[in-house]
């Protein structure tokens, strides 16, 4: 990845500090859901009983059948009775997306299926999942698009680009302090210009998009012809999601955070220190700087108490969270009355 591309991500994961533990935001568990127990990853099932044994230095969320883990410095993927489709043997992989996966072996990208063939060369400097029928590659400083031959069929012309959500990709031209963002289609075509200083992708039909600088611009909404929906106001906007959409009033620092529906009208106050995206109907906010993590409903109403010390958004109706510091804290599932379904240590 670009120096331009790593400060970008920085600056991103900054942004988004809110959202910690949520790699596995919205992936889908398909069943099992990845622990870990003493520094090791297994899997158990949705009522936590243990089906695949904590014996993996890495594991990740089953996708498409497989879950991407890591042993002995190495990286594979298995099935869901623990047995390896393909063995451990490559320095960073990505989870299966459209019968695909992203592999790196010896510097380069390529692609393998899911019997581990691969099917499209390492060649690539980075390479990202299929989403749409197209994934992101980098060459050089510059990004572009493949098609699952390996084509090139946008090529890399782009100083950042994203996956396609909803038939549209954010792309920027530019350095990372004057260069702009647009969206293009799956052609490659230019369908909203360059007029973003940030932007995020489309979900629920709407995008986030800020005009101004970090310290003083504001968030808006736009629709996929590029209008404005919910003018720029916001001093942090994030997607839509169950039709409610995370905003900050107020600096990093000192904002709180609250939810607005679609209208662009305030759903729950901004009342939160902290707070994440609306997922299974559930959000985890935080009440204060030094407190803990619970969850609300779509009205504001807690309803899993401020308990945890770092949480994650709900998928397949569970939720990791943690309990404590990572040194002597506990980990493990939730469900939506808050009860664990399994508890483990580090």
Not at 88 to 100: A, H, L, Q, T, V
Not at 150 to 162: E, H, R, S, T
Not at 293 to 317: C, H, M, Q, R, S
Request: with cysteine; charged share 25%; glycine share 14%.
């Amino acid at each position: 990845m670009s120096t331009l591309q790593n400060i970008h991500s920085i600056k991103h994961i900054l942004a988004f500090i809110i959202l910690l533990y949520t790699t596995q935001l919205f992936a889908q568990h398909e069943g099992l859901y990845p622990i870990s127990d003493n520094r090791k990853y297994g899997f158990v099932d949705h009522q936590g009983k243990v089906v695949i044994e904590p014996t993996y230095d890495y594991a990740s969320v089953f996708s498409e059948g497989l879950a991407h883990i890591k042993t002995e410095g190495k990286r594979g993927f298995i099935d869901n009775s623990g047995k390896y489709i393909v063995e451990p043997k490559y320095d960073k992989i990505r989870d299966f997306s459209e019968g695909m996966a992203a592999v790196k072996k010896e510097g380069l990208w390529g692609f393998i299926d899911k019997t581990g063939k691969v099917v499209i060369e390492h060649q690539f400097d980075y390479a990202y999942s299929f989403n749409s029928g197209l994934a992101r590659i980098q060459q050089g400083e510059q990004l572009g698009y493949i098609n699952k031959t390996g084509a090139i069929v946008i090529k890399p012309q782009f100083d950042a680009a994203y996956d396609f959500n909803e038939g549209l990709a954010r792309v920027k031209q530019g350095d990372f302090k004057t260069g702009k963002w647009g969206y293009i289609d799956n052609t490659g075509k230019l369908v909203l210009g360059y007029r973003f200083d940030d932007c995020f992708d489309f979900y629920e039909g709407l995008a986030n998009v800020r005009i101004g600088s970090e310290q003083t611009g504001k968030w808006g909404f736009i629709d996929m012809e590029g209008n404005f929906v919910i003018e720029p106001m916001f001093d942090r906007a994030f997607t839509f999601r169950d039709g409610l959409a995370l905003i900050r009033v107020g600096s990093y620092k000192t904002g709180m955070y609250g939810y607005i529906d679609k209208k662009g009208e305030i759903g729950i106050n901004p009342q939160f220190y902290g707070a994440h995206h609306f997922s299974e109907g559930l959000a985890c906010v935080k009440d204060s700087k030094e407190g803990k993590w619970g969850y609300v409903n779509t009205k504001g109403e807690v309803v899993i108490g401020y308990l945890y010390d770092i949480p994650a958004d709900f998928a397949g109706g569970l939720a990791k969270v943690r309990v404590g510091n990572y040194k002597s804290g506990t980990n493990g599932y939730i469900d939506k009355t808050g009860k664990w379904v399994w508890q483990g240590g580090m």
